[in-house]
Nanobody, 126 residues
Framework: QLYLVESGGGFVQPGGSLRLSCVASGRHSDYYAIGWFRQAPGKEREGISCISGDGGSTTYADSVKGRFTMSRDNAEEVVQLLMNGLKPEDTAAYYC???????????????????WGQGTQVTVSS
């Protein structure tokens, strides 16, 4: 069983930065690819990034490419999402999720990820 807990959300002005953390604990937690998803009110959940189990490969949605960066420290069982250049449209609840494989899927679909955290809210507003 893999347990995921997100933290680091908050309120930030446009152009600001936040760093989200996802602590993944459980057996072989360093094996699984981890993804970040977000869901804004009234919208579907969107997959925005993924990092492979060994941290050697990352994938980003076009909406965040060049602004967001994923990293992981398997020794500490932590995956982070550094978000720069935040925009009001980035406002959403952010979730990390684990996939049952070490590689990231070519498409970040919810159904490809089996374990989810409870989410952390990010609000970007002036």
């Amino acid at each position: 069983q893999l347990y995921l807990v997100e933290s680091g959300g908050g309120f930030v002005q446009p152009g600001g930065s936040l760093r989200l953390s996802c602590v993944a604990s459980g057996r072989h937690s360093d094996y699984y690819a981890i993804g970040w998803f977000r869901q804004a009110p009234g919208k579907e959940r969107e997959g925005i990034s993924c990092i492979s189990g060994d941290g050697g490969s990352t994938t980003y949605a076009d909406s965040v490419k060049g602004r967001f960066t994923m990293s992981r420290d398997n020794a500490e069982e932590v995956v982070q999402l550094l978000m720069n250049g935040l925009k009001p449209e980035d406002t959403a609840a952010y979730y990390c999720a684990a996939r049952g494989f070490s590689d990231c899927p070519s498409t970040l679909r919810e159904s490809y990820f089996g374990a989810w955290g409870q989410g952390t809210q990010v609000t970007v507003s002036s």
